[in-house]
């Protein structure tokens, strides 16, 4: 694997990411998407920890998993 440079990686939280303290709001990952090929993912907590270095097309298939499929509908149940 190619060594990355991950000062020059440009991080971001989710949308749904909050901001308040102790509500469980400020869990989250951040993920950049400026490095060609590659999204770093990291814990949010420890911006100088590890990150976890995922190839796109594979962070593109789990996220696409996420979004619920064109024309389902919640049961309301």
Known sequence: MRDLDLNVAAWRKSN???GGAGTGSDDCVEVADNIPGVVPVRD???????ALVVPAHAWAEFTASLR??????????
Not at 44 to 50: A, E, L
Not at 68 to 77: F, K, V
């Open 44 to 50: 949010s907590k420890r911006p100088y920890g590890p």
């Open 16 to 18: 749904y990411s909050g």
């Open 68 to 77: 619920p499929a064109t024309g389902t509908r919640r049961n309301s149940d």
